[in-house]
């Protein structure tokens, strides 16, 4: 009995001081997860997805007025709060779930395209000059998709 009662009154965790407000922490979350959804249905590759997620969340909390320390200290003190937690995630689910309904109206209700007439067959004659191109190297080709990922977020 004894251990149960030291264990039921541990106090509560100290808030940290640059604690982010439930509502900043929210909108935050908000495009967190905005962006993993977006990177993940993006880049194929484990590892460029993570620089990818990396640079984008620099890029979040710039957009946020928000340290990474500071994110990080909030964070941990929500997680330690469950019920703040419980909170931040319901107006999280609520959101994201409002916009996938916009998203899913609006792709319901537009008109379908008229259906194109399929292209010329290619002129075989200029399969030479497809040759004069060059390949992209990969450290490019990274790059490139760090700035597509960075101009989705913007």
């Not at 149960?4 to 929210?26: R, W, Y």
Request: with cysteine.
């Amino acid at each position: 009995m004894l251990p149960l009662a030291l264990l039921s009154c541990t106090p509560e965790p100290e808030k940290p001081a640059d604690l982010i407000s439930e509502q900043k922490m929210t909108r935050i979350m908000i495009d967190v997860h905005l962006t993993e959804a977006a990177i993940g249905r993006t880049i194929t590759h484990y590892d460029s997805s993570r620089v990818a997620y990396r640079e984008a969340h620099k890029l979040i909390l710039k957009r946020h007025a928000v340290s990474d320390s500071a994110f990080k200290h909030s964070y941990d003190f929500y997680l330690s709060n469950p019920a703040q937690m419980d909170k931040i995630y319901e107006v999280v689910l609520d959101s994201l779930s409002l916009r996938e309904a916009k998203l899913t109206r609006a792709a319901v209700t537009e008109p379908p395209q008229p259906a194109t007439p399929p292209a010329p067959a290619p002129d075989t004659s200029k399969v030479n000059t497809l040759r004069k191109f060059k390949r992209i190297p990969l450290a490019d080709s990274l790059k490139a998709r760090q700035q597509r990922t960075k101009n989705m977020i913007k």
